[in-house]
């Protein structure tokens, strides 16, 4: 019989080797290939809305969750017998280890993929809320639902935003706008949700529902299939010689980590991304307070515990609609130049607004004050990562990123104790809180507006002599040449008119 000319597919690679060392690999390459791009999803595809569904929800229970603690502040600090500042310290933890695991998660994500890291922050989710259920001390609270149940919310949340990179090139704008209506329906939801619950169940029945819920991100973690792209995987045809240089060291090794994922380096050469993430850092001192305190503030003076518990949600509805709107306008080329303008303005309307809260607490005062907090939270939302797209390269974003909501988790892990701890040296008078509030806001806002204004001005003068120098080495390198009558070649002189602005 004559021998046959193609080895099969499932032939071990090592197999394919001994008998054709070239052409067989090469072959069982090209069908693994062939193979693989006919389970893979195509970018663009009729699947890719389902991701983007999938990649909703998922931000809705996650991002929109840290909303609904303060419904529940009043009820732990009964529990445990704690004071203001010791309660501050759960929702604290929540929310910064919502934004602190994002280095840990693009290397999960790098490593095992989107899907398998959304699921994981689902089941790590849903166990911080069940263990939590059954805590005795405020620090074993600390470490299951807030530190456990945070870091979970963030493998979800930031995998569920990455993969929708891959899903859409087109209409990426418009994805990212529609999934962040999720984190709106999510803050809409939490705080009724939380009410209802509280109500029947009380606080740990509460948290035992929602480690239930939580399993659902491992549903939307399932619809996430892995999506085709122009890159090829790379394939080896056998184990890398051994190299004659010695390995790196582990501190080599961690190094090159820390520098591919905390961009050190950016934060030191480049002044716009200095300025920004110093403004930003102060202003979340004073960002996170309203969604902690507010709820028990209008409970304190005797507003209804649903109609406080409204007030969230009031802000939640307000964004579904006012988020993907800004979401839009931002991401138009027209305000490409003004986009860090515009985050410092609304950083200043933002502290503003949280001045209407400290002089009254009726509660139709209190809605007039969600809805004009809506809109600079929507403006806030909407600007704070495109801002960081324009003053980092997008080729070092991803690092910039990473130092980014670190140095940002970090404020929101100190700001609700350090409030909580005015509010037990001034016996609960909720009206410093929302001073404090807008001070860091305001503030922060004049910083970032004025230094950006600043550096504007010193750019413009190197940026215009830039220009010049590159026209004229342009002129030069492309400067005429014509023949005399004795042959001899000369270059004509070539008069160069700039235009540049004032």
């Known amino acids: 019989m004559p021998r046959p000319t193609h080895l099969p597919l499932a032939t071990s690679q090592g197999a394919v080797h001994s008998v054709l060392p070239g052409a067989g690999v090469a072959q069982a390459v090209r069908h693994s290939r062939q193979r693989m791009s006919q389970v893979l999803e195509r970018a663009e595809g009729c699947w890719a809305w389902v991701v983007l569904l999938a990649s909703l929800v998922t931000q809705g229970l996650t991002l929109g969750f840290p909303t609904c603690t303060g419904v529940f502040f009043t009820e732990l600090q009964h529990e445990f017998q704690a004071s203001n500042s010791e309660t501050s310290w759960f929702p604290s933890i929540l929310t910064a280890m919502l934004h602190a695991g994002g280095p840990l998660c693009s290397i999960l994500v790098g490593r095992f993929g989107c899907r398998v890291t959304v699921m994981l922050g689902g089941a790590l989710a849903s166990l911080g809320m069940v263990a939590g259920s059954f805590c005795r001390t405020l620090s074993q609270l600390y470490l299951t639902a807030g530190f456990i149940t945070g870091l979970g919310m963030c ?205 009254s607490a009726d509660f139709w005062v209190l809605v007039g004050y969600c809805l004009a907090y809506s809109v600079s939270m929507s403006g806030i939302g909407a600007l704070l990562f495109q801002v960081l797209m324009d003053i980092v390269p997008m080729d070092r974003f991803s690092s910039a990123l990473g130092l980014f909501t670190i140095l940002e988790s970090i404020s929101i892990l100190i700001s609700p104790p350090l409030a909580g701890l005015l509010l037990d040296t001034t016996d609960n008078n909720f009206s410093y809180v929302f001073y404090m509030s807008s001070f860091f806001l305001i503030s922060a806002a004049l910083f970032m507006g004025g230094s950006f204004c600043v550096l504007q001005k010193k750019e413009r003068p190197g940026k215009q002599a830039e220009t010049e120098g590159a026209i004229t080495e342009s002129a030069s390198e492309q400067g005429l040449m014509v023949e005399d009558s004795c042959g001899s070649k000369k270059q004509l002189n070539t008069e160069v008119m700039y235009v540049t602005s004032v």
Not at 212 to 233: E, K, N, W
Not at 313 to 326: K, Q, T
């Open 155 to 359: 493998f979800s949340f930031q995998s569920s935003i990455t993969v929708l990179g891959f899903y859409f090139s087109r209409h990426r704008a418009l994805a990212n706008a529609l999934a962040s209506v999720g984190v709106s329906l999510g803050i809409t939801l939490w705080p009724l949700l939380s009410r209802y619950l509280l109500e029947d169940l009380g606080w740990r029945g509460t948290f035992l529902v929602f480690g239930g819920v939580f399993l659902h991100c491992c549903v939307c973690g399932a619809i996430l299939r892995p999506v085709a792209t122009s890159t090829a995987p790379e394939t080896t045809e056998g184990p890398p010689p051994p190299s004659k240089t010695p390995a790196p060291g582990c501190v080599a090794a961690c190094g090159r980590a820390i520098q591919r994922h905390l961009a050190f380096d950016i934060l030191r050469h480049n002044a716009g991304y200095r300025v920004y993430t110093l403004g930003v850092m102060w202003m979340i001192l004073g960002f996170p307070l309203p969604h902690v305190f507010l709820v028990p503030y209008a409970m304190w003076h005797g507003v209804d515990e649903h109609r406080a518990a409204l007030l969230i949600s009031i802000i939640g509805f307000s964004n579904i609609f006012l988020r993907p709107m800004a979401g839009l306008v931002a991401g138009r080329r027209d305000f490409a130049g003004h986009r860090k303008y515009l985050f410092s303005l609304a950083a200043l309307l933002n502290g503003l607004t949280n001045l209407v809260c400290a002089a």
